[in-house]
């Protein structure tokens, strides 16, 4: 049967030939984690998304969530599946067994994700919550806090939640304004109105652990003033059983463009003035303990994306294998054929295919540094790590999110007219994956991050830590004959990349500053295409490596298919990205100074 | 107060300075066109179109058309909009009076449509068929065909619809299997299903003209045995009165991604052996005659991406004025400012401006050429216009909608998190204008189009016709020293195309011809970037010599804000067209030899 999720022998390839994961059993921390068993628990991952999940979201997005009497009720069918989730410990898989997680590799988790996300985003969206605000729970929470709601949130018997935006508030959460006033029994009533808050109600588990952001009265202005606060929605009782509800409640949800079957909720918190919570860690530090989480969600994100995308290609192919339309353009033979021989539907699928591809690789290369870091004992080494997790988070969700739009919408393209329809996922998976571009940090703040943030740190240290791994791979491509040429242009385009940052980095001291970040989203989507262009090089080197020791049918199929998006990416890809450097180069002032009025419209 | 559908300063401009549309009074045909009644006439337009259209357009959206025994129901405010646009004369405006028309000029209407289109898609878009079917009848019908149909379209009082797709036959039309059998009285018996039927049944209209594709029996096979049809949906008596309803019944409706207020039917045809259609001009000759509708109503779907895109741009300029969020990044002033502030949003804003401003003219570009046709008497000038308007068409229709689709969903991204609710108009807009990438024509037909059609016609004489064109606008530029960088820009840009064009046209006559084909959507996008060069020089060229004469306030920033579009676009967007050619003059031909199984999925 057409696969039509993630293509299982590319999960496969990047997991174990590219980056070699079953390495990790050598270390006591993932000692369990050989080969086999990860296979063992991918193939689990794989069955319960196809055989479970998938058949719920259709209904998801056309059932959709109702608010009805101050109550979310979700469609019907994700209980089951959240159950299943359960059953499966797919809530928190990498985190601490004694919490309720399953100590697997990052690497292994990122692969099975794309499974489960890519058979229903809303779902997972929600359940996904989860795990970030239980990270925080056991980075900062007390032991009292730990024991009530750690492993409840880990096993996904409760919700998770981040409480934080307001209407007013969005990107910049300095800004807010709900309060926190300190009880004399040490916990805080909280008062204020927060809108866009995932789960903040739903019907699929008992109780739900919100995470708050406010301000404790009396705090500095602005970001440096933000507390971290738990409100769950049931008060919990020291024997863990649940007591009176709390006063945050949902108060309506979004009608959205997709995503039907995870609630965007409104909360009012304390509006009968009775919302309590006990503070995260300690006062005015919410904003910092927050980002640990949000660094977290940012890269879950960038999965998302990579599992809508790898979705909709996957139907995309099938369609086009069976989709009989027109003859072939050159040629005299008249006889309509399948639409996948037609150039210009070749040209979407092998887009989609050697982006989706080049992400795949990227998402779990990021994971895999962190299970490097974890099985590291060389400081060094464990920084040199994170600098590159660092650096790649921007990419991971900004460049990731926003190729997987576009991939979706190609998608849609393969399927002509029957894409617009509800007939075939497609259109669904696209107005779904359309949020990942905007929510945990716009794709616009993510190339903030990245210019201001991750390229200046350390003196440009983690920048330069990226492009000496690019090195290594070109270098090691450089030395076959069948790869020169094409890493010869990678390391044309790195090289340029190279003058671009330190063109942006000087911009940035400079008077040019706002020319700067009017570049940031081209510099963000400059540097992702390298990043491309660099995973498929070496996704290419191992296929041919392995085409050298001799392969025969499918898998010389699947092998040669890595060295043509290598080829089509680097030959029809980087020559754009080239303009797209030069453009940042010249770093034309018009969008800066332009007048408002010019715009328009008035 | 704001504007939201199309900026009427920027209307104005293109109409009166950049194609000083008024010169077209002087020609007899037009005499009645001078400035003040053309003016007058937008104005009718515009207030239509915001006072009665645009509220129309949520509403058509959330209630969308019902399918109940046998009968299209569309929102109940379509009906009063559609009598309102019968009343203003919209069905039909540059046809000929005799016929119902209102004999406009083609660049009048162009710009009148961008707001009548912009304030509800759905309804114009069953409304615009009308012209395109009517044009069929005035063109091929008979005497008596004529006398029957042909006001009733023109004038609005019946729909008009294209009965073409069927579910196995969509791009190629050549494969139809609807089938017609001549009767005695020389009517002919239809019998077929057909499918995405826009507008095949309704109630707005007492009656639906439907103009039918069969294969009359005995026919040769392909496309050279295609006729074209008239069947009403109620046959009508000669005096012009209904009679009784014909066999071709709506017996469905797609749910669709968006568009909800146009009905997009399925239609049998002769299920209980009466539909009776009588032929259009000659039997098998059906094909060439509906391309002569399918060019009109290909330039009609860039007119509807323009107006989707002019009035989602307006709606995130609105929001970016009013949403107040974080502070610069630059500097230590820590307050909060209004987005429109923020350099990523402004780079986004002139993004989105310059493109449509460039589509803008391009539109009118064309529909002026429309008109130069009709009042030239030189037979060499018809010509030249004609194949103007031929190489144009494609990048009309494809390149524009594709453009309209990104900055749609551009716009979402300066709304942030809104533009995913349904509280703000540009998620309705964007799922709404997708569609217009794919219909008269999916944007890879376009491309097709353009590349083996338009390109190699008279020995590319159509092309070298455009390259002459656009250098006039760049000498002219180039003569002032404030273009001149900027006409040099467009000259190497143009330059390079010519290039490119040259090994397309090789490519296709020799060996590598399924390669140029892959790259055929590419060449539409590149030679679509030049003309918007072409066009946003030319704009600034007109500006320019405004600004010189003493221009002040709000004018002088209309003016320069002509100036910074132009300069964004050739700095920022042109270096990336470069990539693109370059892509194009490597010819990767890894999209043709990858095997189909390398695709995965299986």
Excluded at 293 to 305: C, D, F, I, P, T
Excluded at 488 to 498: N, P, Q, R, Y
Aim: with cysteine.
């Amino acid at each position: 049967m057409a696969q039509v999720i993630a293509d299982r022998r590319d999960v496969e390839f990047v997991l174990h030939e590219q980056f070699e994961a079953g390495r990790l059993s050598r270390h006591k921390r993932y000692s369990e984690f050989n080969r086999k068993v990860m296979d063992m628990i991918l193939s689990e991952a794989r069955t319960l998304a196809v055989k479970e999940i998938l058949p719920t979201l259709k209904t998801g997005d056309q059932t959709g969530c109702r608010y009805e009497n101050g109550k979310v009720r979700v469609p019907p069918e994700f209980k089951r599946a959240w159950n299943l989730l359960i059953k499966g410990g797919w809530f928190a898989p990498c985190q601490d067994p004694e919490w309720g997680g399953q100590g697997i590799p990052h690497s292994l988790n990122v692969m099975a994700q794309n499974y489960l996300i890519g058979a229903n985003l809303s779902l997972l969206m929600v359940a996904g919550l989860n795990n970030g605000a239980g990270q925080i729970v056991e980075r900062f929470g007390s032991g009292r806090q730990k024991a009530l709601y750690l492993e409840k949130l880990y096993t996904g018997q409760w919700g998770g939640t981040m409480v934080l935006t307001e209407s007013e508030c969005g990107s910049n959460l300095g800004d807010l304004s709900t309060s926190a006033v300190k009880n004399e029994d040490g916990t805080y009533s909280l008062t204020g109105n927060k809108i866009f808050i995932s789960g903040g109600d739903q019907d699929m588990t008992d109780n739900i652990v919100h995470l708050v952001l406010a301000r404790v009265a009396g705090a500095p202005p602005g970001s440096r003033g933000i507390s971290l606060f738990i409100a769950p929605k049931f008060h919990v009782n020291e024997d863990g059983s649940l007591g009176e509800q709390n006063d945050i409640i949902c108060t309506g949800i979004e009608e959205k463009m997709g995503l039907h079957g995870s609630p965007t909720c409104s909360m009012a918190l304390g509006s009968r003035g009775k919302c309590i919570g006990t503070l995260l860690g300690e006062e005015n530090k919410g904003l910092p303990m927050m980002f640990v989480m949000m660094n977290h969600a940012r890269l879950m994100v960038g999965s998302q994306g990579l599992a809508c995308a790898s979705s909709a290609y996957l139907h995309a192919v099938n369609y086009a294998r069976e989709r009989i339309q027109g003859p072939l353009p050159s040629g005299r033979d008249k006889t309509s054929v399948a639409i996948i021989n037609h150039p210009d539907v070749r040209r979407m699928l092998l887009t989609m295919k050697s982006h989706i591809e080049g992400m795949r690789s990227l998402l779990c290369y990021i994971a895999d540094l962190e299970d490097q870091k974890i099985v590291s004992d060389d400081e060094a080494e464990k920084e040199k790590w994170q600098n590159l997790i660092d650096i790649l988070t921007p990419v991971g969700k900004g460049y990731v999110t926003d190729r997987a739009v576009d991939v979706c919408n190609m998608a849609i393209q393969v399927f002509g007219g029957y894409g617009y329809t509800a007939e075939f996922p497609v259109e669904q998976i696209f107005r779904d994956v359309r949020i990942t571009a905007i929510y945990e940090g716009t794709n616009g703040i993510q190339a903030m991050d990245l210019l201001d943030r991750k390229l200046l740190m350390k003196n440009n240290r983690l920048f330069f830590d990226l492009v000496d791994e690019i090195k290594k791979t070109i270098t090691k491509a450089g030395q076959r004959d069948l790869l020169s040429p094409l890493a010869g242009m990678v390391e044309t385009a790195l090289d340029k990349l190279v003058q671009t940052a330190r063109k942006m980095d000087q911009s940035l001291k400079g008077e040019a500053v706002l020319q700067a970040y009017g570049f940031a989203s081209l510099f963000l989507e400059a540097t992702g295409d390298v990043i491309m262009a660099w995973m498929l090089l070496w996704r290419a080197a191992v296929a041919e490596k392995k085409i050298e020791t001799g392969v025969e049918g499918k898998e010389a199929d699947f092998y040669d298919g890595q060295l043509k998006s290598a080829d089509f990416f680097m030959r029809t890809h980087l020559p754009v990205t080239m303009g797209k450097m030069s453009s940042i180069m010249d770093l034309c002032s018009a969008a800066i100074t332009i007048s408002d009025t010019s715009f328009g419209g008035k």
